[in-house]
């Protein structure tokens, strides 16, 4: 389960961090084509370079968002599995407590009970 939520929290900040050097990228761009005037083949060459690079982003931020519904899916399959265990142990709990909770007098009419099947085996053979 941690290792889905650090998987979870490693990939945002991968993507934080590309989109901040992308953001930087384009800025500094910007600063770049102000003094030159503005060429224009230039500027839609770099256009399209970011617009493909955007496009691999958004299909990687896409194949990580998956793979992290997967995980949530799996956290989730794991917790339901988990409570049906707790209950399960509950009831053995219960069972035990209540067997253990039985007085000297239940001990001794079981026990007696017991025996009396074991003689009761021993004359029929």
Known sequence: MKVAWDHRRNVKAELREQCREYIEEIRQHEEEMKPCGGDM???ATMMSKYEGE???LE???QRHLK???DHEEEI???KEA???SQKQMAEVDQELRSVLGRTN???EKYFRGLREQDQGY???Q
């Open 41 to 43: 083949e230039r500027h």
């Open 54 to 56: 955007i496009m691999e």
């Open 59 to 61: 299909e990687t931020k």
């Open 67 to 69: 793979k992290i519904k």
């Open 76 to 78: 989730q399959k794991l």
């Open 82 to 84: 988990k409570a049906r």
């Open 105 to 107: 007098q239940e001990w």
């Open 122 to 124: 021993g004359e029929r």
